[in-house]
């Protein structure tokens, strides 16, 4: 994932917190913020309440891969996720199929062919 596609600027957090629509399931939260760039944006946000720093690094590597792997699936947008304390014992296929649950709430990832718009 090149750095064009990472968020990593604190006020950019803080304007998706305050302007995206956050939705949930018991491992991740995602906030969303549709943008008019043609591709997608991801910030992580891994607390140290959910693991040491092995266990954090590898939660966020597994979202990483999960959104690569879904790149042509997932709406162009800007995207916060927040792990907790549940996705420290997961292991990638289970991270990546909680991933895609949620994106699936929010009306932003495609599955079969079919995307599902906000």
Known sequence: ???????KDNKEFQQIFKKGTS??????????????????RIGLSVSKKVGNAVTRNRIKRYIRQTFLELK?????ANYII?????????????TK???EHVL???KVYRMN??????
């Open 97 to 99: 199929k909680s991933l």
């Open 72 to 76: 042509d699936d997932v709406q162009p």
């Open 113 to 118: 062919g079919k995307m599902k718009k906000r």
């Open 1 to 7: 994932m090149n750095n064009k596609q990472r968020i």
């Open 82 to 94: 927040i792990a907790r304390n549940p996705a420290a014992t997961f292991d990638f296929h289970q």
């Open 23 to 40: 939705y949930a399931n018991r491992q991740f939260v995602v906030y969303v913020l549709p943008t008019e760039k043609p591709y997608f």
């Open 104 to 106: 699936q709430i929010a």
